[in-house]
């Protein structure tokens, strides 16, 4: 576990030296999430919120700002993990790949640090803009504080599980790049962040279900805003366990598959 966990912290670093290493990056981390939410946020104001309360009963006019900063808070953990995921990729590319697999490192240990300090390096200074409109419209919350804590547990969890299969699939092929521009802006719009799922036509919902994003922003704001209890809440946390093991079965498989193909072939910067 000791060694498990130093490969896990030397990933962390060497991503961190890698992509964070000027402070003005993280002015773009900060604004450019800002500035989306924004955008969504006055993109509700024309609509009328007595229509949309038929589909979603706890939604009104006084938290609707919540509603959708609940939706971008979670959304950055999982698309900090998408952004990573793709730029990770040129590991293979430039044969980085190839001198961390030479080592004994275990290869789980590898993409969990991957995914750990892209999800927290990318994430922070938002939930800091968070917490400044979080204070701001304190008095619309209603909240369950158990529901809450395990809503952003799994938020967390689920993220950093979605950032380690995506790892694993662009090291499982160089050439993945599309899978970007699959997985970026369609979870945002299908897992129900600028639009709320309970209003999809019924393919949409059917595409909303594959995205975990879509359980877990769904029970955080169920838990945030409706007061729902743990027990209310228990087919979302149930889902949202299987996903989640159904996301690591899958990381191990890929992570396994690819490095036999790659002994087999010789090489890891090829297809």
Known sequence: MIYFLKVVRAEMVKQHKNYFHNKSIYISLFFWPMLVFLSTYYGYKPFNMDKIRN?????????????????????????????????????????TLELIYLTPGNRLAFVLGNAISSVFESVWLFVVFSGVILYIKGNAF????????????????????????LNSLFLYSRDTGFLFTILEE??????????????????????????????????????????????????????????????????????????AHAKETGSMSLF
């Open 55 to 95: 589909h979603i009963t706890y939604l009104n006019s006084s938290n609707v700002i919540l509603f959708v900063l609940i939706g971008y808070v979670s959304m950055s953990f999982f698309r900090s993990l998408v952004q990573s995921a793709w730029r990770f990729s040129t590991e293979r590319i430039f044969g």
């Open 142 to 165: 209603n909240a369950n504080i158990a529901s809450a804590l395990i809503g952003i547990m799994l938020v967390i969890v689920l993220s950093l599980l979605w950032g380690m299969l």
């Open 186 to 259: 369609p979870m945002e719009i299908f897992a129900g962040i600028k639009v709320p799922t309970a209003v999809f036509p019924l393919w949409a919902k059917g595409i909303s279900y594959v995205f975990p994003l879509t359980y877990a922003a769904e029970l955080l704001r169920r838990a945030l805003l409706n007061n729902e209890s743990i027990y209310d809440l228990k087919n979302f946390i149930l889902v949202s366990i299987i996903i989640g093991a159904i996301m690591m079965v899958i990381t191990i498989f890929f992570l396994k598959t690819g490095e």
